[in-house]
């Protein structure tokens, strides 16, 4: 069975920071670019940050490019997102995704998803 577990979510003030971490078990995570995507409340789910099976190529979302840091361990089959400078406009439920042939990052291009961690940014 493919499981992705995301964990992390919670509660942070306007400027704080926050991290998330993916734990990904039944595949083998170097084999698979790893995305975070984003739906806040009222909104369409978003592509927020992604990551190359290797690590050594990653994307970001114009909204969040500069605050926003994606990395991976595959060793411990672990994708994280560190969220800094958060602001009330990133409340949104946080989905990690697993896609073995990645050609945009969109949804349609994920095999794999967790269920999703919620971050709630107060003002």
């Known amino acids: 069975q493919v499981q992705l577990v995301e964990s992390g979510g919670g509660l942070v003030q306007a400027g704080g920071s926050l991290r998330l971490s993916c734990a990904a078990s039944?595949?083998?995570?170097?084999?698979?670019?790893m995305g975070w995507f984003r739906q806040g409340p009222g909104k369409e789910r978003e592509f927020a940050a992604g990551?190359?099976?290797?690590?050594?190529?990653?994307y970001y979302a114009d909204s969040v490019k500069g605050r926003f840091t994606i990395s991976r361990d595959n060793a411990k089959n672990t994708v994280y997102l560190q969220m800094g400078s958060l602001n009330p406009e990133d409340t949104a439920i946080y989905y990690c995704?697993?896609?073995?042939?990645?050609?945009?990052?969109?949804?349609?291009?994920?095999?794999?998803w967790g269920k999703g961690t919620l971050v709630t940014v107060s003002s």
């Open positions: 990551i190359n099976w290797s690590g050594d190529a990653t």
């Open positions: 039944g595949l083998t995570l170097g084999n698979y670019g």
């Open positions: 995704a697993a896609g073995h042939s990645i050609g945009r990052w969109t949804g349609s291009s994920m095999n794999y």
